[in-house]
């Protein structure tokens, strides 16, 4: 068994993939690791070029996108080793970061998940956790009361940055780069398919949370996010944000008795954005209404 499975998901950022496997094997030192890269349908050359440059990289081509976390469960449901360290195909290892992330989660048992610092190309701390909106905050933040309650504001303003460079528990580890137990994926499962991106890390590690782990943040770990780089379509991308931010809610927090709730407080809340985002809000609002009330 290995310490480490390094796992990327392609989706036309060859270029990108490339170089982040680049400073895989340049930084990655001391322990024992293998390097999953999986091919989401984009079909852009990554095979051959894999091949040439990284000959030892378990390749696996999907024939279809179904996005971030469905690419990523490809390889958790088959990888052997004691952590996963996913890492979007759009970053670049500053340091020996998944070194230093699997001697963390040696040191700790009790944390499922952890993930280092994110930073710009120009050094900046940029976000690299989460916090987990409640519905007490959608609720305030539909009906735009979120400012008469100070503490729910104050969380909700925590932009995850670490700039402070503390190593301390968080609600979520944002997808660029998290290191999973696999210990911890047993207990919880993997990700969620009916998120295509967005949300899907935070409700993963939610129910990594319910089962009785701890999520870190360990700023010695170092990483550079080449944030938004890969392709997309504007419309589309934010149909899936909202669709992402209703399945986040009614996943983590719904019950039978509350799952209308929820899909009334999102309907509100997207209300005043109708106009200007009408294709992603109509198709929202034909999924939520079609959507079952079942919790799961």
């Known amino acids: 068994m ?20 680049e400073s895989v094997y340049k ?5 024992n690791f293998d390097v999953y890269v999986i091919d989401n349908a984009s079909y852009d050359g990554i095979k051959e070029e894999l091949e040439k440059q990284f000959p030892n990289v378990k390749f696996i081509q999907s024939k279809e996108n179904n996005g971030f976390g469905a690419g990523n469960n490809i390889a958790l449901k088959i990888f052997d080793s004691k952590y996963a360290f996913l890492i ?30 994110l930073y710009d190309e ?17 609720f ?4 735009f009361l979120r400012y008469f ?46 998120f295509f ?21 360990n700023p010695d770990a170092k990483i550079t996010h080449l944030h938004n780089k890969s392709p997309k379509k504007r ?27 929820i899909k009334y407080l999102i309907i509100l809340s997207t209300i005043s954005k109708a106009i200007m985002h009408r294709e992603a809000i109509f198709k929202l609002y034909k999924y939520i209404l079609k959507d079952g009330d079942e919790k799961c």
């Open 149 to 194: 309650f100070p503490k729910n504001e104050k969380r909700l303003k925590d932009k995850g940055l670490n700039k402070e460079n503390l190593t301390k528990s968080v609600d979520f580890i944002t997808g660029a780069d998290l290191m999973l137990r696999k210990e911890a994926l047993d207990k919880a499962g993997l990700f969620d398919e009916r």
């Open 27 to 31: 930084k990655t030192t001391d322990i």
């Open 88 to 117: 979007n195909t759009d970053t670049i290892l500053i340091n020996n970061a998944a070194k230093i992330l699997f001697d963390f989660m040696e040191a700790n048992p009790e944390i499922g998940a952890c993930g280092g610092n």
């Open 197 to 217: 991106m967005y949300a899907e890390e935070a409700e993963l590690q939610y129910r990594i949370r319910q089962a009785g782990y701890d999520i870190f943040i």
């Open 140 to 143: 305030l933040k539909t009906f």
């Open 235 to 261: 419309e589309h991308m934010y149909y899936e944000f909202l669709k992402s931010k209703y399945l986040y809610f009614k996943l983590c927090f719904g019950t039978k008795n509350n799952i209308m709730f």
């Open 122 to 138: 120009k050094g900046n701390n940029i976000h690299s956790y989460g916090v987990f909106h409640n519905l007490k905050d959608l």
């Open 2 to 21: 290995n310490d480490v499975s390094i796992i990327l998901v392609n989706y036309k950022t060859k270029d990108l993939a490339l170089r982040c496997l």
